[in-house]
């Protein structure tokens, strides 16, 4: 995602004080921090990493010190609300494989919202068919993903929700993303080359970059939907 862009769609989502935030995958915490930076917000933060639940406290206390925040260590799909409290904004950006994929995220983030409230699902779709060569490369099915992005908007509309705003990725945004990891995983090798793993991890990067030039840039596209719950 295209820094600027997000940080400009948080805004645009003008929270009422006090509003509650679950973030199934929450990763670095990242997402809740920049809220709470903006908003007063309560919120849950959930990720099965511990080194991730970890950074995410760690940052919480340096950025929001006094923000209600609770980063939860277990599996997403294990979590439920506290005491059945409804949330007024449920997301999960790039895991919905939690739920077995983009229609049971969408059920389960359902569940756990306020009627009137929001819903916010990172994830990927269609440009166009994908290569059967790309498929198998990387391990993928086609009926992994909906589809194109509008079908994207049209499930999350046929499980009774209202589309009401979707952040697409640019190329650019896209290879922005892939083009750090290859920076980063060059810097790694170069820091640690008596890491055990490296030709492991050397094999898996070079496959991952050749995958995205070849077939991935023109292929796959991403996007974070906002859906209203009625
Ligand atoms: C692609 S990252 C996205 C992180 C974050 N949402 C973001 O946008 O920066 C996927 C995250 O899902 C977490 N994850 C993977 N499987 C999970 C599960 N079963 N339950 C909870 N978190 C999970 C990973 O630890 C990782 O933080």
Known sequence: MNRERFEAFLKQLQLEPNSTVLDIACGKGEFLVKLSELYRIKGVGVDISPYFIQEARKKARLRVPDAPL????????????????????????????IWNGYKGTLKALKDMTKP?????????????????????????????????????????????????????STKEDFDHY??????????????????????????????????????????????TYLFRKP
């Not at 409290?85 to 895991?95: E, M, N, R």
């Not at 793993?197 to 070849?214: M, S, V």
């Open 116 to 168: 009137g409230g929001l819903l916010l699902v990172g994830e990927p779709f269609w440009l166009k068919e994908p290569d059967p060569e790309y498929l198998r490369a990387e391990s993928l099915q086609k009926e992994e993903y909906a589809g194109s992005h509008q079908d994207n908007v049209r499930l999350g509309e046929a499980c009774g929700l209202s589309c009401i705003y979707a952040l697409a």
């Open 178 to 223: 892939e083009m750090l990891g290859w920076w980063s995983l060059e810097d790694y090798v170069r820091q640690n080359s008596n890491d055990p793993d490296i030709q492991e991890i050397l094999a898996l990067y070079r496959k991952g970059k050749e995958n995205y030039l070849r077939w991935g840039r023109e292929t796959m596209g991403w996007a």
């Open 70 to 97: 609770d980063f939860i260590e277990i599996d997403g799909k294990n979590y439920k609300p506290q005491d059945g409290k409804l949330f007024d904004l449920s997301s999960c950006i790039g895991a919905t494989w």
